[in-house]
C-alpha cells in the first residue's frame, strides 16, 4: 500500500475512534472479534450521546488553500441517533455513516465542488 494511501486510511480510522469509539479486540470463550469501546463522542458508557449532534464535520487541514487536494478532503461523520436525522441533501460529502451494525466510509463530492472554489484553487497571491 503506497504511503498516501496508509496515512489516508490511518487518518479515517482516528476519525471513527473519535465519534465512535475505540477500535478494541473482546475476546469471548475462545473466540476475539473487534467493536468498539463506549467512549467515542456519540456512543458511551450509557449508550447514545450527544444525540443533539446530527453530524461533525471533521477536517485534516484547516487552512482552505488545500481544499482541492484529494488527501484534504474533509469528512463528514453522521450522527445515527441524533434527534435529527441529517438531511440527505447534506450527505454529499465524503463520510461515515451507520450502515446496519458498521461503521461505513462513503465516497462523496469533493468538498470545492460543494462549496464552489475556483479550480483551480487556491488564488495565486499576487
Not at 473482546?26 to 458508557?45: C, D, L, V, Y
Not at 449508550?47 to 487552512?63: C, D, F, I, Q, Y
Request: proline share 8%.
Amino acid at each position: 500500500m503506497p504511503a498516501d494511501d496508509c496515512a489516508e486510511l490511518i487518518t479515517r480510522m482516528r476519525y471513527g475512534d473519535a465519534v465512535f469509539g475505540d477500535e478494541i479486540v473482546q475476546f469471548n470463550g475462545g473466540s476475539a472479534h473487534i467493536t468498539r469501546a463506549k467512549n467515542g463522542f456519540w456512543h458511551g458508557p450509557n449508550g447514545p450521546r450527544n444525540t443533539h449532534v446530527s453530524a461533525v464535520l471533521l477536517l485534516p487541514e484547516t487552512g482552505l488553500s488545500k481544499l482541492r487536494e484529494e488527501k484534504w478532503q474533509p469528512v463528514l461523520a453522521v450522527h445515527p441517533w441524533a434527534d435529527h436525522p441529517l438531511a440527505d441533501e447534506l450527505r454529499e460529502i465524503n463520510r461515515f455513516e451507520a450502515d446496519d451494525d458498521k461503521w461505513m466510509f462513503r465516497d462523496g463530492k469533493r468538498f470545492a465542488d460543494i462549496v464552489s472554489l475556483p479550480d483551480p484553487w487556491s488564488p495565486k497571491e499576487e
